[in-house]
């Protein structure tokens, strides 16, 4: 079975510093893809960043951007000059080849951005 | 365009009372998804429409829930006789195609935030 784990609940950071949160997943499988969903108080889950398991670069979106370790299991997103809006719970999500597109997630970080 | 709408937005009941829970999905998008989000977890899985092909209801907790899709687009799941651990958020989302491109992006509704009391 899958599975995806954040180990952190909350975490907290200064605007404009740097933070990262963690992520571990568990599967036999070879081809995946890994997500990380920003969920604000609004609800509205958003995309922030995907990853291709096959691609050995990391990925990156503007202030976003993950440290994948396939042989650890790990994806980590780093988020740079960390801004009050990116106050917002963030879900890990992972996603496997010849299931039906369903994504598994992990139970989320919260984190609070303070000015 | 417009994104993946829900409504209601919130929903409070008593319980033994069934809910209905509507998503209209992207225009085009032949995949859609029922997740549930209770209080401090993840989302869970529960239901899948692809196209006209027999929705995958492995997710579905139990036999009071179940969901369908009416002309491959709107999608009504249903919940009867509620239950007070029913209470969460419910989010549905759409994709282009589904799991027939790993990798698709979901975009997902508000949700509807369901009360049992």
């Not at chain 1, 080849?97 to 139970?107: H, M, P, T, V, Y």
């Not at chain 2, 409070?12 to 209080?39: F, M, N």
């Not at chain 2, 492995?58 to 006789?81: C, H, K, N, W, Y």
Request: proline share 4%; net charge neutral.
């Amino acid at each position: 079975a899958q599975t995806v784990t954040q180990s952190q609940p909350e975490m907290s950071v200064q605007e404009a510093e740097t933070v990262t949160l963690s992520c571990t997943y568990d599967t036999s499988e070879s081809n995946y893809y890994l997500f990380w969903y920003k969920q604000p108080p609004s609800r509205q889950m958003i995309l922030v960043i995907r990853q291709e398991a096959y691609k050995q670069q990391n990925a990156t979106e503007n202030r976003f951007s993950v440290n994948f370790q396939k042989a650890a299991k790990s994806f980590s997103l780093k988020i740079s000059d960390s801004q009050l809006g990116d106050t917002a719970m963030y879900f890990c999500a992972f996603m496997y080849g010849g299931s039906q597109g369903n994504l598994i997630f992990g139970k989320g970080t919260k984190l609070s951005v303070k000015p | 365009g417009a994104g993946v709408s829900q409504s209601p937005s919130n929903k409070v009941t008593e319980k033994g009372k069934d809910v209905e829970l509507r998503c209209d999905p992207i225009s085009g998008h032949t995949a859609l998804y029922w997740y549930r989000q209770s209080l401090g977890q993840g989302l869970e899985f529960l239901i899948y429409f692809q196209g006209n092909s027999a929705p995958d209801k492995s997710g579905l907790p139990s036999d009071r829930f179940s969901a369908e899709r009416t002309g491959g687009s709107v999608s009504t799941l249903t919940i009867q006789r509620t239950q007070q651990e029913d209470s969460a958020v419910y989010l549905c989302a759409s994709s282009l195609n589904g799991g027939a491109t790993l990798g698709n992006e979901q975009f997902f509704g508000p949700g509807t935030r369901l009360t049992v009391l």
